[in-house]
């Protein structure tokens, strides 16, 4: 049984039902169009219909993982969408080099891992992150993070002596990074990069980003930003 080739990059869409979408890249992560008119048009194919799917992420092997309709669903190219029973009210995942997922639940802060759909495994969780509500996940610099508020947390307990990174002034609500390269975070109404941990995170400008709220943001294998 073969699976479909895996694709850089995976987008989520209310209902999973666009035939065709215009994606903008960021012109500040690499040389490329800056406006509606001058974008490559993109021809997203339908894999499943499934309603109000709020998030989306691909495993190291090909799966894809998404949350829809309060439920973590698995699909791996082949017939319908397997979904969890379990109600985690998932509000983020996030895919770890190790082939799991990692969940962040929506009704207290907790991560959960997911390997396959037979049950999870609650993950130590960072004490500076309990009681509070898990914004974004991403990992970056070798290790998983977590976004609350204004800062950025090591999610993982073994991780609790690495420093927070702290956007003042701003509500980060998502971050991504390449493997290799720096990391991007979206405030309400702003765009940064981060080039190392201890770095200061740069404000960077995009003519059809700037004064636009930021939803989502994803990094492709070339190390563009979305």
């Known amino acids: 049984m ?36 001058d974008a490559p048009v ?23 993982w998404f949350i829809a309709e309060g439920r973590v ?7 319908d969408p397997h979904c969890l029973t379990r109600e985690l009210q998932p509000r983020r995942l996030l895919a770890s080099p190790d082939g799991s997922v990692l969940v962040a639940a929506q009704q207290q802060t907790s991560l959960f891992s997911l390997m396959d759909l037979s049950g999870t ?21 070798g290790i998983p993070w977590a976004a609350t508020g204004s800062r950025l947390i090591p999610a993982f307990e073994r991780d609790a002596r690495t420093p927070a990174i702290e956007l003042a002034g701003e509500t980060i609500v998502a971050v991504a990074a390449h493997a290799t390269g720096p ?31 930021i939803t989502a943001l994803a990094v492709d294998a070339k190390g563009a930003v979305w």
């Open 2 to 37: 073969s699976r479909p080739p895996s694709p850089p990059l995976v987008f989520a869409t209310a209902r999973l039902a666009l035939g065709l979408a215009i994606l903008l890249p960021l012109s500040f992560a690499r040389p490329g169009p800056t406006t509606a008119a």
């Open 73 to 79: 669903c698995r699909f791996d190219g082949m017939g």
């Open 121 to 141: 495994k609650a993950v130590s969780l960072n004490p500076a992150l309990k009681g509070v509500s898990i914004a974004d996940l991403c990992w970056w610099n």
């Open 183 to 213: 990391l991007y975070i979206a405030s309400q109404n702003a765009l940064f990069r981060l080039g190392a941990p201890n770095a200061t995170a740069t404000r960077v400008s995009n003519a059809d980003v700037d004064g636009h709220s």
């Open 42 to 64: 993109f021809t997203l194919h339908i894999v499943a219909r499934t309603r109000n799917v709020t998030d989306v992420v691909q495993a190291v092997d090909g799966t894809l």
